[in-house]
């Protein structure tokens, strides 16, 4: 496996890998690191379906609210390269800060997301997209992959990478790719190290939760539907953020599931000082 910190040298190397094998593929899975199965089930995909695959561990500044969160992210890298290795991954990309931004490069985005920014994630985390959408911007710009690889776990990131690469037509296709989960059904997540086992025990209410709103969504109303799984989700200590039932695309509340052919279930909760998101695609 290569380990780069610089988009000179991953550059160099993939130009000797492009004379050697013209038509060789490249695909990408940007991260945060502290790896786990979710990551690296991104990472068989794209081993499966290009010659090479790059991940990128780089703990973005530009998209935490929160300085707090940003210091308590966990930082794994000796652990993150043992597990790329052992998935087949040829390349990691490990960027300073000032690599990714150097001071005289503009890589600030000036667009907006047709909306897709403003709600759920976007309205309670004020800022974080456009910090995410400049980073994979960025990254993209850096890599220029083929491919990229993206979990249905962050289902409104994945939405406005979408988004942003038709409004800059840039040449990459976009995989979506599906949510993995602990036996229990909580959302493999970088953040779930830092649950107290207390809560630990409560969390798969989340997962069981969207599994009674799939049900659910046949036969009574969307309103009462949200209502009730809020209720849910209200246990001691945990606090909903919101639990929306949208539509995939615009991701604008559905009132009635006759409204849409693709409805997706959205909810991101505090429990403790851990903010929790999962989701579930409830019609496609
Ligand atoms: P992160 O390191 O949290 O920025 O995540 C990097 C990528 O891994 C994103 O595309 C996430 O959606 C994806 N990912 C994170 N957790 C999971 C999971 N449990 N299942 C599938 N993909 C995931």
């Not at 190397?13 to 690191?33: A, S």
């Not at 246990?235 to 693709?262: C, H, M, W």
Request: glycine share 6%; aromatic share 8%; net charge positive.
């Amino acid at each position: 496996m290569f380990l780069f910190k610089r988009e000179k040298d991953l550059k160099a190397f993939y130009k000797k890998k492009k004379l050697e094998h013209p038509d060789c593929t490249i695909g990408f899975v940007p991260t945060m690191g502290a790896l786990h199965h979710g990551h690296i089930s991104l990472i068989e995909r794209s081993v499966s379906e290009n010659d090479y695959t790059v991940c990128s561990i780089f703990v973005n500044p530009t998209q935490f609210n929160e300085k707090s969160d940003l210091d308590k992210y966990p930082r794994t890298i000796e652990s993150d390269m043992a597990l790329l290795e052992g998935a087949g991954n040829n390349v990691v990309l490990w960027p300073s800060a000032t690599e990714v931004y150097p001071p005289r490069l503009k890589t600030k985005l000036s667009i907006s997301f047709d909306g897709l920014e403003n709600v759920m994630e976007g309205y309670f985390r004020p800022g974080h997209f456009d910090g995410m959408a400049q980073v994979v911007k960025r990254l993209l710009d850096m890599v220029e992959p083929d491919k990229l690889y993206m979990g249905q776990k962050d289902f409104q990131q994945v939405a406005i990478v979408g988004n942003m690469i038709e409004q800059l037509s840039m040449p990459v296709d976009l995989v979506m790719c599906p949510i993995i989960r602990e036996k229990d059904g909580l959302a493999m997540s970088s953040r779930n190290v830092r649950l107290p086992r207390k809560d630990r025990v409560q969390v798969p209410v989340i997962h069981k939760t969207l599994k009674a709103v799939s049900r659910k969504i046949k036969k009574q109303d969307i309103s009462s539907i949200k209502k009730w799984a809020i209720d849910q989700l209200s246990l001691p200590g945990f606090k909903p953020e919101y639990f929306e039932i949208v539509d995939g695309r615009t991701l604008q509340a559905v009132a009635n599931i006759q409204y849409s052919d693709y409805i997706v279930a959205c909810t991101a909760i505090w429990v403790g000082e851990v903010r929790l998101i999962d989701n579930m695609i409830l019609k496609s």
